[in-house]
Structures are given as C-alpha cells and as structure tokens.
C-alpha cells in the first residue's frame, strides 16, 4: 500500500471518526488530504491501483466537505484515469492481470468510480 493511499485513507476515516471515541488526540482530516495531495504517485505498474484508489477517496473526501466542482472534476479525471488503466490491462494475459489487482477488486473500485461519476453528473 503506497504512502498518499494511506493518507488518503486516513483523511476520509478521520472526516467521519468521532474525536470524543478515540483514546488518543486525533490529526485533523484536512491535514491528512493535504499530506496525500503533496505525495508524488510512483510510476510502478502494480501501484496504479493505488494512485487510482487514492485519487478516488480524495474525491469523496472533497465531496464530503462540500460540493464544489472541484470534486466533479476530479472525479472525471479518475474515471479516465481508471479507464485508461483498464485499456491497458486487456493487453496483460488474464492470470497476470489477476495477479496485479484481482477480478472483483477491480470491479468494486470500478463501481465505485462510476457511482461518484453518476453523482456528480446529477448534482451538477
């Protein structure tokens, strides 16, 4: 798991977590978007699936906040970057394709991106 996807991570867990729960004092959420937006994705095949994961908790990071157009173009930006990623799978044989980012965990983020693409289009 890459560092901006933990962070990413940690942004959207900590935007819902409820500070009066936790045992220890508590980074604000902004501070954790902030360190994933300034690490530089990698360039390694294998960690595409997380740059494009990242990207995707940021965009509902941003639209939980609020409903800039910020998170609507953001999340166009990884619906291309999820399709082309996709296109450039076909031409792995499957066995190894399945290696790299299983069958039905490329499904659920594909899904998942296509939601929030859904849902901005209707708010927009």
Known sequence: ???????ALFAVAS????????????????YYAREAR????????????????ACTLLCIYDMAISNHWTAATNIAKVAKLAELYHVSRLEIP???????C???????????????????????
């Open 1 to 7: 798991m890459s560092e901006r996807l933990k962070m």
């Open 38 to 53: 300034s690490l530089e994705p990698t360039d390694n095949t294998s960690s595409c699936i997380d740059e494009i994961k």
């Open 94 to 100: 499957l066995a190894e394709r399945n290696k790299i």
């Open 102 to 124: 299983g069958g039905e965990e490329w499904k659920s983020i594909w899904w998942t991106i296509y939601t929030l693409d859904t849902i901005c289009s209707a708010i927009s």
């Open 15 to 30: 935007r819902f977590a409820v500070p009066e729960t936790c045992k220890v004092p508590m980074m604000p959420p902004d």
